[in-house]
């Protein structure tokens, strides 16, 4: 699977931004997704993961009630509604497939990366 994230920037506090990853190669419902994160000095972290239908999401308590994790299979994306972001989400944005699970070495597949700032 080759996943391509886009959709990061820099966005002032209480700001809202979108975040995408399409794939393409493997099929692409045969896996969970996941969206990582990792800032400047600290370990990679989990944000939020959909199983490979979207009946079922799990979040990171740090983001949850102001993120939201969703899929559309038929046009192999996933995405990640980001609301009331705050300075502490600034971080380079990874998304990943793989099991569904919250651990980073559980996913085999990464896209990239997008940059997302949040900043006054």
């Known amino acids: 699977v080759q996943l391509q994230a886009s959709g990061g920037g820099l966005v002032q506090p209480g700001g809202s931004l979108r975040l995408s990853c399409t794939a393409s190669g493997r099929t692409f419902s045969n896996y969970a997704m996941a969206w990582f994160r990792q800032a400047p000095g600290k370990e990679r972290e989990f944000v939020a993961a959909?199983?490979?239908?979207?009946?079922?999401?799990y979040y990171a308590d740090s983001v949850k009630g102001r993120f939201a994790i969703s899929r559309d299979n038929a046009e192999n994306t996933v995405h990640l509604q980001m609301n009331s972001l705050k300075p502490e989400d600034t971080a380079v944005y990874y998304c990943a497939a793989g099991r569904y699970k919250t651990v980073w070495s559980e996913y085999d597949y990464w896209g990239q990366g997008t940059q997302v700032t949040v900043s006054s």
């Open positions: 959909i199983n490979w239908s979207g009946s079922s999401t």
